[in-house]
């Protein structure tokens, strides 16, 4: 049976961990709104898709070494969804598992610091900032157009408008 050790949060700024994001997306040739899946299976891992118990968490991951992790993902939510949760993971394995050089096993109830950090990595991993304000300016900051071309939700580009401060 693997022991995982206690996840521990990196205690970094946001700005800190949505730049790394970008720029570990730049190192792995991620263009906006690219396969995630493709960027899991490059880095050794998996994705599979599980049911959770009722109101439990709704993606996880398992990491059991470098290049030796699985993101689990709920049947109850839909692609874009999914995709924020599978950058998430991606987060969790890059900041808090030090891409598998700790063996983790985290479950997504709640928030706490470690879910913010993902979060924060998530939205800097879909959509780097100088992209993102970039394509704001470009496509007028209008959600629809900004989410199908991040392929994410309008609710996330909303968010991450709000916390540039780019109004409209």
Same mark, same amino acid.
């Given at each position: 049976? /693997?022991?995982?050790?206690?996840? &521990?949060?990196? =205690?970094?700024?946001?700005?800190? &961990?949505?730049?790394?994001?970008?720029?570990?997306?730049?190192?792995?040739? @991620?263009?906006?709104?690219?396969?995630?899946?493709?960027?899991?299976?490059?880095?050794?891992?998996?994705?599979? *898709?599980?049911?959770?118990?009722?109101?439990?968490?709704?993606? !996880?991951?398992? *990491?059991?070494?470098?290049?030796? @992790?699985?993101?689990?993902? !709920?049947?109850?939510? =839909?692609?874009?969804?999914?995709?924020? +949760?599978? #950058? $998430?993971?991606? %987060? $969790?394995?890059?900041? $808090?598992?030090?891409?598998?050089?700790?063996?983790?096993?985290?479950?997504?109830?709640?928030?706490?610091?470690?879910?913010?950090? #993902?979060?924060?990595?998530?939205? %800097?991993?879909?959509?780097?900032?100088?992209? @993102?304000?970039?394509?704001?300016?470009?496509?007028? %900051?209008?959600? *629809?157009?900004?989410?199908?071309?991040?392929?994410?939700? /309008?609710? +996330?580009?909303? &968010?991450?408008?709000?916390?540039? =401060? &780019?109004?409209?």
């Amino acid at each position: 049976m /693997t022991q995982y050790q206690e996840p &521990i949060a990196t =205690g970094q700024p946001k700005a800190f &961990i949505e730049n790394l994001a970008g720029q570990i997306a730049g190192r792995l040739n @991620f263009q906006a709104g690219g396969d995630l899946a493709e960027i899991v299976k490059r880095l050794g891992g998996e994705i599979e *898709v599980f049911f959770p118990e009722k109101d439990k968490a709704s993606g !996880s991951i398992r *990491v059991d070494g470098p290049k030796k @992790f699985k993101i689990f993902l !709920s049947p109850y939510t =839909g692609a874009l969804r999914d995709r924020f +949760t599978i #950058a $998430h993971e991606l %987060g $969790h394995y890059f900041l $808090h598992s030090l891409a598998g050089k700790k063996k983790i096993e985290i479950k997504r109830e709640g928030s706490n610091r470690l879910e913010w950090e #993902a979060n924060w990595f998530a939205a %800097g991993f879909l959509m780097p900032e100088e992209a @993102f304000k970039e394509q704001c300016r470009k496509l007028h %900051g209008e959600l *629809v157009v900004l989410a199908s071309h991040f392929n994410v939700s /309008t609710h +996330t580009i909303a &968010i991450r408008k709000k916390s540039f =401060g &780019i109004q409209g």
